[in-house]
């Protein structure tokens, strides 16, 4: 089982960047997919992004599309997301998760999908 340990979140002025990473131990990182959800305060986890085992499929939320980026890089079983432009609505706990299925060459946007968990890294950001 992967487990994952997410960093890189902080306090960015709103239109700033951040980019958080996703580190996962045990040697089938690089045979399933993973993923971002986020969690506001008094809000249900939502889905973020998610890219592939092999990275041939990504798929976004409609509200970070063309300002996010996810990516991986199996030989050092990390995962990443580049954010700019941030918003004020982009406040929230950001997890890392992987899938449950190995090998699956699409892309889960449901939590029950995925296992893992890490613990969680904030993303403050002010207007």
């Known amino acids: 089982q992967v487990q994952l340990v997410e960093s890189g979140g902080g306090l960015v002025q709103a239109g700033g960047s951040l980019r958080l990473s996703c580190a996962a131990s045990g040697r089938t990182f690089s045979s399933v997919g993973v993923a971002w959800f986020r969690q506001a305060p008094g809000k249900e986890r939502e889905f973020v992004a998610a890219?592939?085992?092999?990275?041939?499929?990504?798929g976004y939320a409609d509200s970070v599309k063309g300002r996010f980026a996810i990516s991986r890089d199996n030989a050092k079983n990390t995962m990443y997301l580049q954010m700019n432009s941030l918003k004020p609505e982009d406040t929230a706990v950001y997890y890392c998760?992987?899938?449950?299925?190995?090998?699956?060459?699409?892309?889960?946007?449901?939590?029950?999908?995925?296992?893992?968990w890490g613990q969680g890294t904030q993303v403050t950001v002010s207007s």
């Open positions: 998760a992987a899938t449950r299925r190995i090998y699956y060459n699409g892309i889960y946007y449901s939590h029950e999908q995925y296992s893992g």
């Open positions: 890219i592939s085992w092999s990275g041939g499929r990504i």
